[in-house]
């Protein structure tokens, strides 16, 4: 059994039971109902995949019926009965929704073959529609983790520069997620199912990335043994990503330039120019502003490029974000490793806020598939966690305080805090102080201030 449900709509009942005999030898669940109004009332009842109508029956007709299905269940495919004497009226059915037409007497592999066909292609439609929803959401703009008001700011105008065809320009730190803010653009524009080409500008040799970029034709140079296709003609009526396009040689700015004006390309060893309909994201980690300045990058390239400039905040500038990414990629990595009990306590989150994370979005996501990859109990400890981590002095959070009702003495804890950090260090000032963060002098004036006497002149330091 295909499990596939299929209505047979015919007036003649002998012809009804045939149809659905015949359905059910090919392995469908067929149903059958004898005018449009009992299958309008069957498919309120019950979902179907398929119907096969009669074109002529009394009231309602199959062309009737037909526009009835199309406008309350779109999703449902119908195939139309016709005599031979009418088959103009079945091909304009078709161009009402209809997805092909049967000609009586309906012979028993036709019908196999059309219904087949017909389920197959609503099975991709189906499978398109599932990868779009997919993409939708691996790549749309509420994908990208962050509540912070810059990111949000960000991201704001990226969801409206994604609208229009005007070129952006990604500028932050490397790991803040470039590509992914640029895919979200491409994949929320209108040119959502063209293609989204990628280049590293910094990547490619020098002498390769003109041929990479703009292509060549055979025998344009030595080792040109065929012809390329370049990036910038596979991203045709698609969108361009260029990352790192700091690292852009001069000689092929002024060639990107004219793309950007021109709107077309020059293969190398190619006697004339292409057309050519691209939109442009570039990305960079540096300041081309300063670039400029120092004659390094090319203003008026940079002034086309920063028609809609973008700034993505660095980690370290939204520490509220960084629980959220923290539990997300932990959770990613837990299922990918097969290690769903791991579990990591609240209480270490604070080493990883507290921490300035230079490589910002990518170097969290890279530490918590290391710690999922090597922890060898069912949970995280601190000293499971990288010596970096572990060098930060947590915030005040991550001392599990209990604040009674009735208030607390800032002195008292602090004498708490003294006493047992010396405890801690056996006495030796040197490592009491380091433990709090303080000077040894500041340490001396506290235990004086307490009160606090070294057990012995050896464990003074």
Not at 48 to 57: A, E, N, R, S, Y
Request: hydrophobic share 40%; aromatic share 6%.
């Amino acid at each position: 059994m295909t499990g596939k449900r299929i209505l047979v709509v015919d007036d003649e009942e002998s012809l009804r039971r045939v149809t659905q005999l015949k359905l059910q030898q090919a392995g469908y669940e067929a149903n059958t109902a004898p005018d449009g109004p009992a299958a309008l009332d069957i498919l309120a009842r019950s979902p179907q995949d398929l119907v096969l109508t009669d074109m002529k029956m009394p009231g309602m007709s199959g062309i009737e019926l037909l526009a009835r299905i199309k406008e309350e269940y779109p999703e449902v495919i119908v195939i139309l009965v016709t005599a031979f004497g009418t088959i103009e009226s079945a091909v304009e059915a078709m161009r009402l929704g209809a997805y092909d037409y049967l000609i009586k007497p309906i012979n028993s592999d036709a019908l196999k073959l059309v219904v087949s066909r017909a389920l197959e292609h609503h099975g991709l439609k189906q499978e398109v529609k599932l990868l779009r929803a997919a993409i939708d959401r691996k790549f749309g703009f509420e994908s990208i983790i962050g509540r912070s008001k810059a990111l949000l700011a960000t991201l704001d105008n990226a969801s409206r520069a994604a609208q229009t065809d005007s070129t952006v320009l990604l500028q932050g730190e490397t790991g803040t997620g470039k590509e992914l803010v640029a895919k979200a653009i491409h994949f929320n524009s209108p040119r959502r199912n063209r293609p989204f080409i990628v280049i590293n500008c910094g990547a490619i040799p020098k002498d390769l990335l003109e041929s990479e970029l703009f292509g060549h034709l055979r025998g344009a140079f030595t080792g040109a043994v065929a012809n390329k296709t370049g990036k910038v003609e596979m991203a045709n009526h698609g969108t361009l990503f260029l990352d790192e396009i700091g690292e852009m040689p001069a000689e092929l700015q002024v060639k990107l330039l004219r793309l950007i004006q021109q709107r077309e390309i020059e293969k190398v060893g190619a006697p004339a120019p292409m057309k050519v309909d691209v939109r442009i994201i570039a990305a960079t980690h540096r300041d081309l502003r300063a670039m400029v300045d120092d004659a390094t990058f090319r203003e008026d390239l940079y002034y086309r490029l920063a028609v809609i400039p973008l700034t993505l905040p660095p980690l370290r500038e939204r520490p509220d974000d960084i629980p959220e990414l923290v539990t997300l990629f932990f959770d990613k990595f837990k299922q990918q490793m097969h290690r769903p009990d791991l579990r990591l306590h609240a209480s270490l989150l604070p080493y990883f806020t507290h921490y300035r994370w230079p490589g910002n979005v990518r170097e969290l996501e890279n530490v918590l598939e290391r710690l999922v990859v090597l922890t060898r109990g069912d949970e995280v400890c601190v000293d499971d966690l990288p010596d970096f981590l572990r060098r930060e002095k947590p915030p005040l959070e991550a001392i599990q305080l209990d604040l009674p009702p009735e208030g607390i003495s800032l002195e008292g804890v602090e004498r708490e805090l003294v006493f047992r950090a010396l405890e801690k260090a056996n006495w030796n000032q040197t490592k009491a102080a380091e433990y709090l963060d303080i000077s040894r002098k500041q340490l001396i004036y506290r235990m004086e201030k307490f009160n606090f006497r070294p057990l012995s002149p050896t464990n003074s330091d």
